[in-house]
């Protein structure tokens, strides 16, 4: 897949600061916030700040120290919103067509608040 990043793609405009966002935190290299559209009672989306497209795409190409951050923010995060000690959560990314990724920047979706379900449905 083609990690060509978009610059005017909507997270990159949060990024920005031309589109509100709803922060949940933020530190030097990532920024986590409410989803628009919540899936779940607890719907947060942890992305980059630098321009990566997928997972494979951060994974392959981000330096150690934004790799490292990202996750620790994402643990803050389940940590601060009660459900890393509590129910549980889901953690997912969506990549390409077939992920049916809508925002070609690098998210992870952190959900919970709820029985989420099976993770895919079957074909
Ligand atoms: P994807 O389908 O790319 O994995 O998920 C994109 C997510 O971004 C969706 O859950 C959608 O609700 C969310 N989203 C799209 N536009 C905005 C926005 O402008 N602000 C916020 N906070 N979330 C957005």
Redesign the pocket.
């Known amino acids: 897949m083609a990690h060509t990043y978009d610059p005017q793609n ?2 990159a405009r ?1 990024l920005r600061g031309e ?1 509100p ?2 922060t949940v935190l933020e530190t030097q290299h990532t920024l986590a ?5 919540p ?1 779940a009672p607890v ?1 947060v ?1 942890v992305i980059p700040k630098g321009p990566y497209v997928t997972f494979d795409h951060f994974a392959a190409d981000a330096s150690a120290e934004e790799i490292v951050d990202f996750h620790r923010t994402a643990a803050s995060v389940c940590a601060m919103l009660g459900i890393a000690a509590g129910d549980g959560y889901r953690a997912i ?2 990549a390409g067509v077939h ?5 070609p920047h690098y ?1 992870l ?1 952190i959900l919970g608040g709820r029985v989420l379900g099976r993770l895919v449905e079957r074909a």
């Open positions: 909507i997270f949060i589109i966002n709803k916030f409410h989803d628009i559209n899936a719907h989306l990314t969506n992920g049916m990724q809508e925002v998210h979706h």
